[in-house]
Structure formats: C-alpha cells, structure tokens
C-alpha cells in the first residue's frame, strides 16, 4: 500500500477493498509488503481500531510512515494526513510523537471540515 493508503483503506467497505485488490493485486516492493488478503483485512481492522496506520518499510527499505484518516461533516473518510522518515529516526519515542501528532492534526483538520469529535475523543 502506498503511504496513507491503508489509513484510508481500512474504513472503505470490505467488497470496495476486495475488488481493488483483484484489480490492482498486492504487488511486492520490500519484503515487509502486505501481499496476503487475509493479513491486509487484520491490519485494516487493526487500523480503524487504534485510529492510525504504519507503514513500516512496506513500500520502500528503510522508510516508515505513520497516517491517520481525516473526516469531514459527514463522518466519512476523504483524505488522510501521513509523515515519512527513516525508520531509524521514526522509532522509540520518536514514533510515539509522530502518532500523536498524526492523529492530533487529523482530527483538527477533520473538525475544520466539520467532522463533530465524539466527546471520548476530544482532546
């Protein structure tokens, strides 16, 4: 998946996911590719839980991205919002700050788009 793709992805209904998959394949770039349907569906589920996704290293050795999905008025996901970097400096405490400001700028950008937070996630 390219980067900011899986944030995206993962809120897309299960059929759109599977008919982009058998139009587009999983196409191998490193050997951190998610290539496999089934992983690719726990990873997504994984996704619309925590809020973010990671890339890491799956489109390119040694590149780690971290996205997160923006909403607007409606509550659907239209864009995402997403940071890349080496993966040795996008790791530790380092990568626990980009999340959180990910996810921060996203919700921010989707409550300018009208997007109405659910008071368990305001900050």
């Known amino acids: 998946m390219y980067r900011g793709r899986k944030s995206t992805f993962s809120f897309l209904p299960s059929s759109e996911v599977k008919r982009i998959i058998s139009t587009k394949g999983l ?25 973010y996704a990671i890339d890491n ?17 409606r509550g659907k996901v239209c ?8 993966d040795s400096r996008l790791e530790g405490e380092r990568l626990e700050m980009a999340i959180k400001i990910i996810t ?8 300018e788009l009208g997007y109405q937070l659910k008071e368990s996630l305001k900050i």
């Not at 921060?104 to 409550?111: D, G, H, L, P, Q």
């Open 79 to 86: 864009a995402a919002i997403s940071i890349s970097g080496p």
């Open 104 to 111: 921060k700028t996203a919700e921010e950008i989707s409550v």
């Open 27 to 51: 196409p191998r770039f490193t050997k951190n590719t998610i290539t496999d349907p089934d992983v690719l569906e726990a990873e997504l589920a994984k996704i619309q839980i925590q809020g």
């Open 57 to 73: 290293e799956e489109i390119m050795d040694g590149l780690r991205c971290v996205a997160a999905p923006i909403r607007d008025h």
